[in-house]
Nanobody, 121 residues
């Protein structure tokens, strides 16, 4: 089974950047689409971005298009989320998850524990 561990969160000022990483164990990493989600206090978890097994196709929530970039390195069993031009409303716990399709925003099964991102104004 795949296990996921996120890192790279922290406190950043509005307009700044952070790069999140999600490292996976297991030999089947390249067989999964991967997604990033976030959950702010008192709010439901929301889809942020996804990437296909090969890394060729990507999918983004409208709220992050043009600011966030998802990528993956199958040789390192790692998926990344580069976040630029951060806004206070991006503050949330960010989690990665394995999925079946880059075009799905709901069909995800295995989840990491999450990493906190806080954007100050």
């Amino acid at each position: 089974q795949v296990q996921l561990v996120e890192s790279g969160g922290g406190l950043v000022q509005a307009g700044g950047s952070l790069r999140l990483s999600c490292a996976a164990t297991g030999r089947t990493f390249s067989t999964y689409a991967l997604g990033w989600f976030r959950q702010a206090p008192g709010k439901a978890r929301e889809f942020v971005a996804a990437i296909s097994r090969s890394g060729i196709s990507t999918n983004y929530a409208d709220s992050v298009k043009g600011r966030f970039t998802i990528s993956r390195d199958n040789a390192k069993n790692t998926v990344y989320l580069q976040m630029n031009s951060l806004k206070p409303e991006d503050t949330a716990v960010y989690s990665c998850a394995t999925g079946g399709s880059v075009w799905s925003t709901t069909d995800y099964s295995r989840w990491g524990q999450g990493t906190q991102v806080t954007v100050s104004s």
